[in-house]
């Protein structure tokens, strides 16, 4: 099985689509000639020329709009945004327009498009290019927000997306560009909406999405290899619809959960997830709901801070040890 980076199974994904569908398209800043600011659109106007990979401006109201109207009129718009800080100047765009117009044309028409999007912070970019604001966007009905924490996860989440008939937010996390994992070739679209329960456990349930899940992996094989702790693993994918049978099932069994999201804390995605397990396992739980999440604070430019504002796996160790000795269980 071909081991690739999070960015090729991005890369190979939107070509693979390309060339199954005649009507998929990519538009945004310096994704042609530049080939993206991150090099996930690499040789792809070579291949398919400059009327299916379309440079713009710096204007992101301008051709996220035009990627709705395309959507409208039958095409599959693949849209670029340089870092999910600038979809803030797309948002009326993306709320107002992508997210409404089958509802209120009475699905007369949809709005078959997908916005791709990196964020996350650690990269010393400073408080407006570091953020994580992806609750912004699970707010709004009739919009749909995947989150893939893996280059498996990238490659059937994202032909998922492209082929769905409703607008899609893809979100990558800039730290996972370059990690490695087993991609199938013959890899299927993903179900948008389901979770992914990504290592089995008894003990306690860890929850996260994108970056957040891949180090609640290596929290419970710290956990284990350290005290025998059996964490199950439970990555969210999908944060819009939001997998809330997964959830609640893991924690009935385990007795008690951390969630944790490279978000601020207050009216995060974290604290759906909590209300979601106070709803459905609320008689199971041996202990409250922990919640590991960033600092609230505009994310400082300086490496030191930078990296004590953002959550990470001994803040989420803690958090575990720290609820199971709540219900008794000690290392």
Known sequence: MPVITY???????LRAEMRRDDDVFLIGEEIGVFEGSYKITAGLLAEFGEKRVRDTPIAEEGFVGAAVGAAMLGLRPVVELMTIN?????LD???NHAAKIYGMFGGQTSVPMVIRTPGGGGQQLGATHSQNIELYYAFVPGLKVVAPSTPADARA???AAIEDDDPVLFLENLALYNTKGEVPDDLPPAEIGKAAVTRVGTDITLI??????????????????ESGISAEVIDLRSLRPLDRDAIVASVRKTGCAVVAEDDWLTYGIGAEVAATISDGAFDYLDAPVRRVAAAEVPLPYAKTLEQIALPSAESLHTAALETLAAVGRRR
């Open 7 to 13: 960015r090729e199974a991005l890369r190979e994904t």
């Open 208 to 225: 996260g999405y994108s970056r957040m899940a891949t180090i609640a992996t290596q929290v419970a094989e710290q956990l284990h290899a």
């Open 157 to 159: 989440l994202l032909r």
């Open 93 to 95: 765009q993306i709320v």
């Open 86 to 90: 600038f979809s803030l100047l797309a």
